[in-house]
């Protein structure tokens, strides 16, 4: 045995990250430790760690030296003396999403509505989000890490580590189908439907029981892979060929559709959130969580005598996340689509190397991405 782990830690900004030997942690009381065995690889984190101090300094990222890596799975090591219904031995993907645990948010149960929330391994929504980022100083590209048990998300056998890896992403969709009352008997459009976050809104929305999906996008041939998952339940159109809205009420009798998840990024054109909003019925929502940037005219006058909605999710839960293992243990909500490519964290080179081109590539292409990790050395993926 062995007191140290890898971990990629990068030291500085827009360089790539060293492999280094660390102190595998301990627990503190309430908290655990977790061998991480699978972490997803967030198709935009080179601009993140690029741009983010320019785009974004209210989301401040961690001091530097840092280890990332946002989305982990794996199995529990040890556990505080305060630790309860956590043992050793379960498997487990670790919700990132780190509160206060003390203010009206928190006690609510709204941990994403704090104002100290803060994604380990990643970037915190504001600035005492360092207080955070050194109690769990650790994200998933290291061997271990530690995380509060409050934020952990039981997954079953039948639930592999690399589609585990992957619940940031489905998680967010989830959360925002739940937040507009997705379930069975209404409609959905999903604008991005072949990007990573738009793939994952209609898993769930299948899992959910959604009647109809509609999903849009630019590329043809991802759209087709798409809709050929459940062809009586998803239609799909690509943009450019004819307006939105149209395509879509004559297939809805004219009346549209109950719920707008807009999953596209933050280069998308305000059109697109425009276009998506007029397919809406009367008393329809929308959820924003691709992060588009651009600022849309919005004809709120209209939107008032139709009783729209118009929605921003941030993340999810650790209970929403549970109840998506859930489904997926159950086999209600299918991961098997989902392809996963790896390679090991040892492979630091690679790692440097394509992490250019994540930067550089657009969302849709990206759709099958997924990191893991093997049973002694993690293991990351394009």
């Known amino acids: 045995m062995t007191d140290t782990m890898l971990a990629a830690r990068l030291h500085e900004i827009d360089q790539p990250m060293q492999l280094e030997q660390l ?90 509505n704090c104002d100290k929330y803060t994604f380990m391994g990643y970037f915190a929504f ?38 585990a890896a992957r619940f940031g992403y489905l998680g967010t969709a989830f959360s925002a189908l739940r937040k507009a009352g997705a379930g069975p008997g209404t409609t959905v459009l999903i604008d991005g439907i072949s990007g990573t976050l738009g793939l994952g809104a209609c898993l769930n929305a299948l899992a959910l029981g959604v009647g109809k999906i509609y999903g849009t996008g630019r590329n043809a041939e991802l759209l087709e892979d798409v809709r050929a998952i459940a062809p009586d339940r998803i239609e799909v159109h690509a943009l450019g060929d004819g307006e939105v809205n149209e395509w879509l009420r004559g297939r809805t009798g004219g009346d549209g559709v109950d719920i707008v998840i807009s999953s596209v990024g933050p280069g998308a054109p305000a059109e697109s959130i425009v276009d998506a909003l007029a397919t809406l019925r009367r008393g329809g929502t929308a959820v924003d969580i691709g992060g588009m940037m651009e600022r849309p005219a919005l004809d709120l006058f209209s939107m008032m005598c139709s009783q729209i909605s118009v929605l921003g999710s941030l993340w999810f839960s650790t209970a929403e996340a549970q109840d998506m293992a859930d489904l997926a243990a159950a086999g209600v909500l299918d991961l098997s689509v989902l392809e996963h490519h790896t390679f090991p964290l040892e492979k630091d080179d690679h790692f440097a190397r394509h992490g250019a081109e994540v930067g550089a590539r657009s969302a849709d292409e990206y759709a099958d991405l997924a990191a893991t990790t093997g049973p002694a050395r993690p293991y990351l993926a394009f």
Do not use: H, M
Not at 74 to 95: F, I, K, L, S
Not at 132 to 159: C, W
């Open 23 to 112: 102190p595998i942690p301990t627990p503190r009381a309430t908290d655990v430790v977790v061998q991480v065995k699978a972490c997803n690889i967030v198709p935009n984190l080179r601009n993140v760690l690029a741009t983010y101090a320019e785009w974004f300094p209210y989301l401040p990222l961690p001091q530097l030296p840092a280890v990332f890596g946002l989305d982990s799975s794996g199995v529990v090591t040890a556990v505080g003396e305060q630790v309860t219904d956590v043992a050793v031995g379960d498997r487990v993907y670790v919700n990132p999403g780190l509160s206060c645990g003390a203010c009206r948010a928190c006690r609510n149960g709204i941990d994403q």
């Open 126 to 163: 504001g600035p005492e989000g360092q207080k955070l980022f050194d109690a769990y100083p650790y994200g998933g590209l290291s061997e271990y890490l530690t995380a509060p048990q409050r934020n952990l998300v039981k997954i079953a056998d039948s639930v592999s580590f690399e589609e």
